[in-house]
T-cell receptor, first 117, second 116 residues
Framework: DTEVTQTPKHLVMGMTNKKSLKCEQH?????MYWYKQKAKKPPELMFV???????INESVPSRFSPECPNSSLLNLHLHALQPEDSALYLC????????????????FGPGTRLTVL | AQKITQTQPGMFVQEKEAVTLDCTYD???????LFWYKQPSSGEMIFLIY??????QNATEGRYSLNFQKARKSANLVISASQLGDSAMYFC?????????????FGAGTRLFVKA
């Protein structure tokens, strides 16, 4: 299995709703990432988990709450979002290399297109 | 600070011809990795090719090759024999450090259009 899956594919939510995005991989990767991508822009890193521990938080507002319940799953909990949070949210995973030729490419999921009304 | 520059917002190429997508980078690190990703309209980012800063030979993966010129800090992607399915957004990206680094920054991207 060489894919990253994300659910849902599309999500429309109001500013008072609480929702969650889910990401799953079964490649044995121990690093997982959340990116936000606005239209016609490159992805922007939000969070990185390494061995199920939060490794990087790129000063993301607290209305986004990540969770890594196990080595295969990554969630992004959403609460009280703003319309400007509408974007494509991409999940990715990679090996964690500490020696050898560290290609360390990230495998991306298809993304969740989020619309906040 | 790291920076990736892709100066071509859009490129056109005739089917079956080769095309070069430009990428320049800036970093003060000696160890770094350079990546190219393809993003079709469906949204998924697809890894294409990797070049490590200490790799002496240019990377190749099928129809993709990376023209790595370290002194010029450029890492251009060459696609040979373009196909209609190559129409997509292409991102150049860099990760500082060769081992265990997680932070990858992306260039603004180049939209490639392949004409029949």
């Amino acid at each position: 299995d060489t894919e990253v899956t994300q659910t849902p594919k599309h999500l429309v939510m109001g500013m008072t709703n609480k929702k969650s995005l889910k990401c799953e991989q079964h490649m044995g990767h121990r690093a997982m990432y959340w990116y936000k991508q606005k239209a016609k822009k490159p992805p922007e890193l939000m969070f990185v988990y390494s061995y199920e521990k939060l490794s990087i938080n790129e000063s993301v507002p607290s209305r986004f709450s990540p969770e890594c319940p196990n080595s295969s799953l990554l969630n992004l909990h959403l609460h009280a979002l703003q319309p400007e949070d509408s974007a494509l949210y991409l999940c990715a995973s990679s090996q964690v290399r500490t020696s050898g030729r560290a290609i360390n490419e990230q495998f991306f999921g298809p993304g969740t297109r989020l619309t906040v009304l | 600070a790291q920076k990736i520059t892709q100066t071509q917002p859009g490129m056109f190429v005739q089917e079956k011809e080769a095309v070069t997508l430009d990428c320049t980078y800036d970093t003060s690190d000696q160890s770094y990795g350079l990546f190219w990703y393809k993003q079709p309209s469906s949204g998924e980012m697809i890894f294409l090719i990797y070049q490590g800063s200490y790799d002496e030979q240019n990377a190749t993966e099928g129809r993709y090759s990376l023209n790595f010129q370290k002194a010029r800090k450029s890492a251009n992607l060459v696609i040979s024999a373009s196909q209609l399915g190559d129409s997509a957004m292409y991102f150049c990206a860099m990760r500082e450090g060769l081992y265990g680094g997680f932070k990858t920054i992306f260039g603004a991207g180049t939209r490639l259009f392949v004409k029949a």
